[in-house]
Nanobody, 128 residues
Framework: QVQLVESGGGSVQSGGSLRLSCAAP????????MAWFRQAPGKEREGVAS???????MYADSVKGRFTISQDKAKNTLYLQMNSLKPEDTAIYFC??????????????????????WGQGTQVTVSS
């Protein structure tokens, strides 16, 4: 059983920065994709950024140039550095892991249905 635990959320003003962390013990021993998703009230969960076990990354257009996903395999931790935050970034942010990428030849991806393991989420609120 994979236990993912997010931290680092909070409240900031527009233009500010936050760094989210996701503790993922044991994940780095596998072939995987990890990702950050977010869900705002009344909206569907959307992909933000993904990284695979080789370090390849991808981003949603809405966060390109502002957010950076990274990982520290020695610490089994996933990060999301968020800069130039906007009110529309307000949401609960979740980390997730997909161990099936080897079956389909996938790298980093934001296909929400393929991620089977999720954290509990951390709230990010950006005020104008």
């Amino acid at each position: 059983q994979v236990q993912l635990v997010e931290s680092g959320g909070g409240s900031v003003q527009s233009g500010g920065s936050l760094r989210l962390s996701c503790a993922a013990p044991g994940v780095s021993d596998s072939l995987y994709a990890m990702a950050w998703f977010r869900q705002a009230p009344g909206k569907e969960r959307e992909g933000v950024a993904s990284i695979d076990s080789d370090g390849l990354t991808m981003y949603a257009d809405s966060v390109k140039g502002r957010f950076t996903i990274s990982q520290d395999k020695a610490k089994n931790t996933l990060y999301l550095q968020m800069n130039s935050l906007k009110p529309e970034d307000t949401a609960i942010y979740f980390c997730a892991v997909d161990f099936s990428i080897g079956d389909y030849g996938l790298g980093p991806h934001l296909l929400v249905s393929e991620y089977k393991y999720w954290g509990q989420g951390t709230q990010v609120t950006v005020s104008s």
